[in-house]
């Protein structure tokens, strides 16, 4: 088996989690066996996915592929950016400071809140009735 220079990372965002390969080539890009534009066809989406890319100016100069599981298009967008990011860093270590100084290396905490007792949802509560 031959040796090849991929790097893994893993980025997560709300209940995404994205293993994110990179590898020297052209360019291509494969979230879960699908092109980018198949998988993520808004240009918006793409575009934040590829800030690490376009800030460290790799663009086309890496191919990805990425497994990416769990939660929803935004969350697993985010997943993406980060596990990207953190491979970027294992490649190159002096971009670390380029990335970390735009916030791409900052896993992004936000969660859903989860529903209380006794009440309709996170933060929302029955009406109040005086009598």
Same mark, same amino acid.
Request: charged letters at 25%; glycine letters at 10%; a positive charge.
């Given at each position: 088996?031959?040796?090849?220079?991929?790097?893994?990372? *893993?980025? &997560?965002?709300?209940?995404?989690?994205?293993?994110?390969? +990179?590898?020297?080539?052209?360019?291509?890009? %494969?979230?879960?066996?699908?092109?980018?534009?198949?998988?993520? /066809?808004?240009?918006? +989406?793409?575009?934040?996915?590829?800030?690490?890319?376009?800030? *460290?100016?790799?663009?086309?100069?890496?191919?990805?592929? $990425?497994? +990416?599981?769990?939660?929803? /298009?935004?969350? !697993? $967008?985010?997943?993406?950016?980060?596990?990207?990011?953190?491979?970027?860093?294992?490649?190159?270590?002096?971009?670390?400071?380029?990335? @970390?100084?735009?916030?791409?290396? *900052?896993?992004?905490? &936000?969660? @859903?809140?989860?529903? @209380?007792?006794?009440?309709?949802?996170?933060? @929302?509560?029955? !009406?109040?009735? %005086?009598?």
């Amino acid at each position: 088996m031959a040796k090849t220079q991929e790097i893994w990372a *893993t980025g &997560r965002r709300k209940c995404a989690v994205a293993r994110v390969r +990179i590898a020297p080539g052209t360019g291509k890009v %494969k979230v879960n066996g699908k092109a980018l534009g198949e998988y993520f /066809p808004t240009a918006e +989406i793409s575009t934040f996915i590829f800030q690490p890319l376009t800030i *460290t100016e790799n663009n086309n100069k890496i191919d990805i592929h $990425a497994n +990416i599981k769990g939660g929803g /298009p935004s969350g !697993q $967008a985010g997943a993406f950016r980060h596990g990207l990011a953190r491979a970027l860093v294992k490649m190159d270590e002096s971009l670390r400071p380029v990335l @970390k100084n735009s916030g791409l290396l *900052t896993r992004d905490a &936000r969660v @859903k809140e989860r529903k @209380k007792p006794g009440q309709p949802g996170a933060r @929302k509560r029955f !009406q109040f009735s %005086k009598r």
